[in-house]
């Protein structure tokens, strides 16, 4: 049992749909992030939210819209993305009340822009 | 901005031996944080171990243990007695120490695809 959870694991959208991903940590931090993982690439880091605030916006293109209703739970909106854009999206949550944190990590979800 | 680099694009040690992954950073701060992560085929990334760049002593978990040359700005990983389960993409990462309220952001390497053979 992971304490983030991403939903859906996996998705195939076109180019002109709007899709969300999903976030849920039940680990009580306050800290969310938004990494996109693409092939042969280290992870980049797409957003910070601290306390239900963004904090960074690493020059991710608009089509991508985080939104952070709570410290629990964070989505990615997506709409008229490019074939590019396809990779693994990992969301992250840490505790940034302790300076001796780790990030925990969710599975991912694999997107597939057709 | 810090930099994270692996040069073992993959790796590959034989079950119960070691094997020792390589990973440099470049920076310019004093204090901060090194981690390693397993991701395994399942995808979910996993702290394997974390070492606090004011610590001179090596960070150890249980068959896991770093060495870390703080001059030298490296942080290589050996896993000893390996186990088939050990195999899987290994990231170095760093983090900044920031200040008590912030988030923590991660900048990784590259990663080190391990396979482990019988």
């Known amino acids: 049992e992971t304490g983030v959870t991403q939903t859906p694991r996996h998705l195939v959208m076109g180019m002109t749909n709007k899709k969300s991903l999903k976030c849920e940590q039940h680990l009580g931090h306050n800290a969310m992030y938004w990494y996109k993982q693409s092939a042969k690439k280290p992870l980049e880091l797409m957003f910070v939210?601290?306390?239900?605030?963004?904090?960074e916006n690493n020059s991710v293109p608009s089509r991508f819209s985080p939104e952070c209703p709570n410290s629990s739970h964070l989505f990615l909106h997506l709409h008229t993305l490019q074939p590019e854009d396809s990779a693994l999206y990992l969301c992250a949550s840490s505790q940034a009340l302790s300076l001796n944190t780790e990030a925990f990590f969710g599975q991912g979800t694999r997107l597939t822009v057709v | 901005a810090q930099t994270v680099t692996q040069s073992q694009p993959e790796m590959s040690v034989q079950e119960a031996e070691t094997v020792t992954l390589s990973c440099t950073y470049d920076?310019?701060?004093?204090?901060?944080?090194l981690f390693w992560y397993k991701q395994p085929p399942s995808r979910q990334m996993i702290l394997v171990i974390r070492?606090?760049?004011?610590?001179?002593q090596n960070a150890t978990e249980n068959r896991f243990s770093v060495n870390f040359q703080k001059a030298a700005k490296s942080f290589s990983l050996k896993i000893s007695d390996s186990q088939l389960g050990d195999a899987a993409m290994y990231f170095c990462?760093?983090?900044?120490?920031?200040?008590?309220?912030?988030?923590?952001?991660?900048?990784f390497g590259t990663g080190t695809r391990l396979q482990v053979t019988l």
């Open positions: 990462a760093y983090r900044s120490a920031g200040t008590t309220g912030t988030a923590s952001k991660l900048t």
């Open positions: 070492q606090e760049a004011y610590k001179q």
């Open positions: 920076t310019s701060e004093s204090d901060y944080y």
């Open positions: 939210y601290n306390f239900k605030e963004q904090t």
